[in-house]
């Protein structure tokens, strides 16, 4: 394929997805928020490979732009290797959430392109955690690709990323969990603090409007 053909193909994509995404999952990710804020709850961010890393952000965004209290285990590198090493990966995020003592107040947030699948043995980390939080009655969002697994079943509202290709799900599933956390933070109903660029720009506006 041409490099110009990838680009054009790749993009296309995109703008597919985006029109095929299902805005009433949405609502309801952003009503399971509005839950956990009202209650004074946490959310916990879960990912793996590149998803850790939208989780991390995540967790960035959430906590200064919503004032969220928002924690990923992925975030403390000692905690998760010692969990790893000393009780096995299958366990490392669950172990990690009861140490924070995740409650019903709380809700677990899965970023994933697989959702996690047991009989696979595909993410299983996330599936114990997923077990857990149902356990004791922490809520469930999560932004994964393909069929959604794992998560899509148990979530309390579950965006999955449209497949449009199969040879792209993982770039895409990856990169519209960045989108749509970023749609999430920055809803109006979520919002509490401006952000540094919008904030400077509305500043720059007023002085001229003087």
Wanted: hydrophobic share 35%; aromatic share 8%; glycine share 8%.
């Amino acid at each position: 394929m041409e490099v110009r053909n990838y680009i054009d193909q790749y993009l296309k994509e995109v703008t597919e997805i985006t029109g095929k995404i299902d805005k009433d999952e949405i609502e309801k990710i952003v009503n399971v928020i509005l839950k956990v804020k009202k209650d004074e709850g946490r959310i916990f961010m879960l990912g793996v490979g590149g998803s850790a890393g939208n989780a991390s952000h995540a967790v960035n965004d959430f906590r200064k732009i919503a004032g969220i209290e928002c924690y990923a285990p992925t975030d403390n590198v000692s905690e998760l290797t010692a969990r790893v090493n000393d009780d096995g990966w299958e366990t490392s995020f669950v172990n990690w959430l009861k140490g924070s003592r995740m409650n019903k107040k709380d809700c677990l947030f899965v970023f994933s392109v697989g959702g996690g699948n047991e009989e696979k043995n595909v993410s299983v980390n996330i599936v114990n955690s997923l077990k857990y939080a149902k356990e004791v009655g922490s809520s469930v969002i999560g932004i994964t690709g393909k069929d959604g697994g794992y998560t899509a079943k148990v979530a309390d509202a579950c965006l999955i990323v449209p497949t449009v290709n199969p040879e792209t799900i993982t770039p895409h599933s990856e990169s519209f969990q960045s989108t749509i956390w970023h749609l999430l933070v920055t809803h109006p109903a979520i919002k509490v603090n401006e952000m540094k660029w919008e904030s400077v720009d509305s500043n720059t506006a007023t002085e001229k409007a003087k």
